[in-house]
């Protein structure tokens, strides 16, 4: 098992940067798929980045491709979401996620249900 903790957020103005961070304790961290997820108030939870265990491959919603940068870094057991050129519509409540020696393709990594655990959020505001 794997516990995880983010970090990073705040409020900041359209343009900025940011830049999340997801500790994980618990089992081997480079045995686990990371990813990312958003919950906008009112709306489902949405995918936003993945990156594998195995190779470090990454996979954006198109949303934010180009603009966001998955990353991880398995000897201090952190993951990470660059967050550049933010827009209001990046407002979300932002969800490290995990799950274990996982291989999600383009489909199974947005669902959320394929992500046995998750951190308890941070929040982010865009203001325009």
């Known amino acids: 098992q794997v516990q995880l903790v983010e970090s990073g957020g705040g409020l900041v103005q359209a343009g900025d940067s940011l830049r999340l961070s997801c500790a994980a304790s618990?089992?081997?961290?480079?045995?686990?798929?990371m990813g990312w997820f958003r919950q906008a108030p009112g709306k489902g939870r949405e995918f936003v980045a993945r990156i594998t265990w195995s190779s470090g491959t990454t996979y954006y919603a198109d949303s934010v491709k180009g603009r966001f940068t998955i990353s991880r870094d398995n000897a201090k057991n952190v993951a990470f979401l660059q967050m550049n050129s933010l827009k209001p519509e990046d407002t979300a409540v932002y969800f490290c996620?995990?799950?274990?020696?996982?291989?999600?393709?383009?489909?199974?990594?947005?669902?959320?249900?394929?992500?046995?655990?998750w951190g308890p959020g941070t929040q982010v505001t865009v203001s325009s």
């Open positions: 618990g089992r081997t961290f480079s045995d686990y798929t």
């Open positions: 996620v995990a799950a274990f020696r996982a291989t999600l393709g383009a489909f199974s990594a947005t669902i959320p249900s394929n992500y046995p655990y």
